[in-house]
């Protein structure tokens, strides 16, 4: 399955949303989040067609494509999301990205390897204005703070079948009275599939923000 960008879930309470910007000018551990339940069906099936589409992927941050795009209605996407209150601002430790059904990342991690990557410090991250001159960064980053646990809980809807299904990888238990041979092997399997999912996670950045090329 293909992995895609932009989509995770609120971990405290494991439902979906998209991620506008991963980061915001000023205050680079918070992000604006587009949680999809409730949504219109017509906005819900256009965001999640976006998401999905070329375009969607390509972008950095998904919000450069919402400040392009357009509803069924005719409204630009940002500016609507905006106007509405559907835009929600929530510290990026609260959100898990999840690129496909196996795959899951804390977007406080996500973005320190982006960062990493392009050697430059987690607070430089943020996109100033999203290529849309009416709808500024900081002014969208006010509209919806839900950073309490508990207002949490009325956000985000399943998306498209693609991506929503909740299929979370088995996990095998240790028990305590394993042998060593059966603790090595458990080891083993466990080591295997971390390696994988931070092969997988170095792709995802890399497909983000290529890393630079030392010159010399």
Same mark, same amino acid.
């Given at each position: 399955?293909?992995?895609?960008?932009?989509?995770?879930?609120?971990?405290?309470?494991?439902? !979906? =949303?998209?991620?506008?910007? @991963?980061?915001?000018?000023?205050?680079?551990?918070? =992000?604006?989040?587009?949680?999809?339940?409730?949504?219109?069906?017509?906005?819900?099936?256009?965001?999640?067609?976006?998401?999905?589409?070329?375009?969607?992927? %390509?972008?950095? &941050?998904?919000? /450069?494509?919402?400040? #392009?795009?357009?509803?069924?209605?005719?409204? $630009?996407?940002?500016?609507?999301?905006?106007?509405?209150?559907?835009?929600? @601002?929530?510290?990026?430790?609260?959100?898990?990205?999840?690129?496909?059904?196996?795959?899951?990342?804390?977007?406080?991690?996500?973005?320190?390897?982006?960062?990493?990557? #392009?050697?430059?410090? +987690?607070?430089?991250?943020?996109?100033?204005?999203?290529?849309?001159? *009416?709808?500024? +960064? %900081? /002014? +969208?980053? $006010?509209?919806?703070?839900? %950073?309490?646990?508990? *207002?949490?809980? *009325?956000?985000? !809807?399943?998306?498209?079948?693609?991506?929503?299904?909740?299929?979370?990888?088995?996990?095998?238990?240790?028990?305590?009275?394993? %042998?060593?041979?059966? !603790?090595?092997?458990?080891?083993?399997?466990?080591?295997?599939?971390?390696? !994988?999912?931070?092969?997988?996670? @170095? @792709?995802?950045? &890399?497909?983000?923000?290529?890393?630079?090329?030392?010159?010399?």
């Amino acid at each position: 399955m293909v992995d895609l960008k932009h989509v995770g879930r609120i971990k405290a309470t494991g439902r !979906k =949303c998209l991620v506008a910007f @991963r980061t915001l000018p000023g205050d680079a551990y918070h =992000c604006l989040v587009v949680p999809t339940e409730n949504l219109p069906d017509d906005y819900h099936d256009s965001l999640i067609q976006l998401v999905e589409s070329a375009s969607g992927q %390509s972008s950095n &941050e998904f919000a /450069e494509v919402l400040a #392009r795009a357009k509803f069924p209605d005719g409204s $630009t996407m940002l500016p609507a999301l905006h106007t509405q209150g559907r835009l929600v @601002r929530l510290p990026t430790d609260a959100i898990e990205m999840t690129p496909n059904f196996q795959a899951k990342i804390g977007l406080d991690e996500l973005n320190t390897i982006i960062a990493e990557q #392009r050697g430059i410090a +987690v607070d430089d991250l943020a996109v100033k204005d999203a290529n849309n001159p *009416n709808v500024e +960064v %900081s /002014e +969208v980053a $006010t509209v919806k703070d839900i %950073s309490t646990p508990g *207002n949490a809980d *009325n956000v985000a !809807k399943t998306t498209s079948s693609s991506v929503t299904q909740d299929k979370q990888p088995a996990v095998s238990a240790l028990n305590e009275n394993a %042998s060593a041979e059966e !603790k090595a092997k458990f080891y083993r399997s466990q080591a295997d599939k971390l390696a !994988k999912e931070a092969a997988q996670f @170095r @792709r995802l950045a &890399e497909d983000l923000v290529p890393t630079k090329k030392k010159s010399g």
